[in-house]
Nanobody, 123 residues
Framework: VQLQASGGGLVQAGDSLRLSCLAS????????MGWFRQAPGDKREFLAA????????YYPDSLKGRFTISRDNAKNTIYLQMHSLKFEDTAVYYC?????????????????WGQGTQVTVSS
């Protein structure tokens, strides 16, 4: 599976933004998926993970409520809907995948990384 993230851009604080990650070359519906981000000088941060269906999701406590992950298996795509964006959400956002379980993605151990998409939030 290859992953391609898109949807980043320059937004204002308080805005919403939806990122997409298109998967190609594999049985997408069986992959656990997730989103991470990395700001300059910081370590990569886990944001959200999703199993084979929208019923199985996991978020770190710090982000519950502002970010929502979802997937559309018919389109081989996952999404990250972000609300009430803050300046500190500025980062490069990456999607990731694991062929066995989203559990491994949530642990920061995906098998596959996509290229990042830049999100810049102006204050």
């Amino acid at each position: 599976v290859q992953l391609q993230a898109s949807g980043g851009g320059l937004v204002q604080a308080g805005d919403s933004l939806r990122l997409s990650c298109l998967a190609s070359g594999g049985n997408f519906s069986r992959y656990g998926m997730g989103w991470f981000r990395q700001a300059p000088g910081d370590k990569r941060e886990f944001l959200a993970a999703i199993g084979w269906t929208d019923d199985a999701t996991y978020y770190p406590d710090s982000l519950k409520g502002r970010f929502t992950i979802s997937r559309d298996n018919a389109k081989n795509t996952i999404y990250l809907q972000m609300h009430s964006l803050k300046f500190e959400d500025t980062a490069v956002y990456y999607c990731a995948a694991h062929s066995v379980s989203y559990y491994f993605v949530a642990r920061g151990q995906p098998e596959i990384w996509g290229q990042g998409t830049q999100v810049t939030v102006s204050s």
